[in-house]
């Protein structure tokens, strides 16, 4: 009788405590009501948890959330968190590309581990059984092995490496989280008895996520003074990209005489591979700008992180340098290789760059490429980039700038400048769409058409094709009427060979069609 009066008892206290955390959540407003419920809940430790069900009022509930994010600040003598803005990227990213018919990307398993620990640093699939399904990446892949039906990857793991991902401060060498899309409907969740629990690596990476544990309220900052007023040519406050240099010739007189001999040589003299990618982009102000990226294949032998030099030169038809550069730069990580990347202010016309890195003053590595430069874009006309190839994409850590190379709304795309990709890889193509038409609802609709072509090692020709399909658009934060879209291949049926990739985009509210291609090679 005892023990029944107690289970009673705890199960009255158990219906009370939830009747009051409905009584508290029914007395806050929408804006604050569905903060627990949603993707916050992922980074609450189990103390924030408790304590947000107990609050009662918006006053309350505001505190405790201005608390929560300051709690996390890494810069709180700033009124910047980058924090929460990689939150949302994090969220943003979720949605776009996890939802699925039965639930928001932000509230699925891979939702949980994106926003509460981050991207993984490599995702390895493993295929099922053969399914039909509609995805593109999976139809172009069977047909490059002949196959009549798709296969549908029923599990993938999230890998995390501490050498690649030195800022999680991993306490293990490798992390593995597993997914298993049982059904092949997109309906993935995690993998029971996985190498890594993925409960015990969320508590972990939350609790490092503090930079402020005992803080009790919320800083404030002073409101920014008023800006003076810019002379009238000055037009704008977006950081400029790094302009034409005033040089003619080079601090370092080696590096100068490095690219003459490179220019004049039938061969490359240098034994290090490098990579030039450029593009031309417009930030939402207007202002046009040339990103540049040079990459570097693992076989190179380079560091992450060394202390390197990027120099080159631009030069006219004529061979007169309209821009020269020289100055310190770090190769970053990108999967197995390298790269360095930076945004330039160059003018219209036809020029050749030829661009290399120095390590201790010597060249070790030089690229030329040939540059076809608008020298502007209409801020406000409809217009795609150039498609980019790559293997890496993944949510910033932190906010960008108007005009980082390469990053868009949040998200960093890497072009693989080599463009050969293992069957392993998933390549990624990628483009932005800018000023698309709007249709009555007031949004875009974009049709994508894809088509590829290639040779096979072994001579075999290769012709695929998939038909127009309406485009996922992911809306560029910060940048207004600035859309990024983009599909993956699953390499892993591919022969290997060289390829051509057609992508037809469509505009159907404006009628208007733009043709992309890029070739690339797959390796086995």
Do not use: C
């Not at 100068?256 to 939402?284: H, M």
């Not at 390590?359 to 980039?385: C, E, Y």
């Amino acid at each position: 009788m005892n023990s029944m009066n107690s289970t009673m008892r705890s199960i009255a206290v158990a219906a009370l405590a939830a009747m009051v955390a409905v009584g508290a959540f029914a007395a806050l407003s929408p804006q604050y009501a569905d903060f627990g419920k949603g993707p916050a809940q992922w980074i609450m430790t189990k103390e924030e948890s408790a304590k947000w069900k107990t609050i009662t009022s918006d006053d309350d509930a505001k505190a405790f959330i201005d608390l929560f994010w300051a709690r996390r600040d890494p810069t709180p003598a700033t009124a910047v968190n980058e924090y929460r803005d990689t939150f949302e990227g994090r969220v943003k990213y979720a949605d776009d590309h996890f939802t699925t018919a039965k639930i928001k990307g932000s509230m699925s398993d891979r939702g949980k581990i994106l926003i509460a620990i981050g991207p993984p640093t490599r995702v390895q699939k493993q295929n099922a059984s053969p399914q039909s399904t509609h995805n593109y990446s999976a139809q172009l892949g069977d047909t490059a092995e002949g196959n009549d039906t798709a296969r549908v990857a029923n599990r993938q793991a999230w890998i995390y490496e501490r050498e690649k991902a030195p800022d999680m401060k991993m306490t293990t060498p490798t992390i593995e989280i597993g997914f298993t899309d049982q059904f092949g409907n997109e309906d993935w969740k995690f993998e029971r008895g996985g190498k890594s629990d993925p409960g015990v690596v969320s508590r972990e990476m939350i609790q490092r996520s503090i930079t402020s544990p005992d803080i009790t309220v919320a800083p404030t900052y002073a409101a920014a003074a008023p800006a003076a007023a810019a002379p009238a040519a000055m037009t704008t406050t977006t950081p400029a990209p790094a302009a034409p240099s005033n040089m003619t010739s080079f601090k370092t007189p080696a590096l100068q005489s490095a690219i003459a001999d490179f220019r004049a040589a039938k061969t490359n003299p240098y034994e290090k591979t490098l990579f030039v990618t450029w593009g031309e982009f417009v930030t939402g102000r207007g202002d046009y700008f040339v990103p540049v990226e040079l990459y570097v294949p693992k076989s190179a032998g380079l560091a992450a992180g060394a202390d390197l030099t990027f120099f080159g030169v631009v030069d006219d038809a004529s061979g007169t340098p309209v821009a020269v550069f020289e100055e310190p730069a770090k190769l970053q990580a990108s999967k197995d290789d390298l790269y360095f990347d930076k945004s330039l202010s160059l003018p219209a016309g036809k020029f050749k760059g030829t661009f290399g890195l120095a390590q201790a003053g010597k060249p070790v590595a030089i690229a030329t490429t040939d540059m076809t430069l608008a020298g502007t874009i209409d801020k406000s006309a409809p217009a795609v980039s150039g498609l980019i190839m790559s293997n890496n994409i993944f949510p910033l850590a932190v906010a960008q700038n108007p005009n980082d190379p390469y990053a868009f709304g949040g998200l960093k795309v890497i072009p693989k400048g080599d463009r050969t990709f293992s069957k392993s890889d998933e390549l990624w193509y990628f483009f932005e769409l800018r000023n698309p038409g709007m249709g009555e609802a007031q949004k875009p609709s974009i049709q994508v058409k894809v088509d590829l072509e290639g040779t096979t090692t072994e001579g075999k020709k290769v012709t695929m094709s998939s038909p127009p399909a309406e485009a996922s658009l992911i809306e560029l934060k910060g940048v207004p009427g600035h859309y990024g879209v983009g599909s993956s291949l699953d390499l892993s049926g591919f022969r290997p060979g060289s390829y051509t990739l057609k992508v037809k985009v469509t505009d159907t509210n404006n009628k208007q069609s733009y043709n992309l291609q890029e070739t690339f090679k797959v390796q086995g």
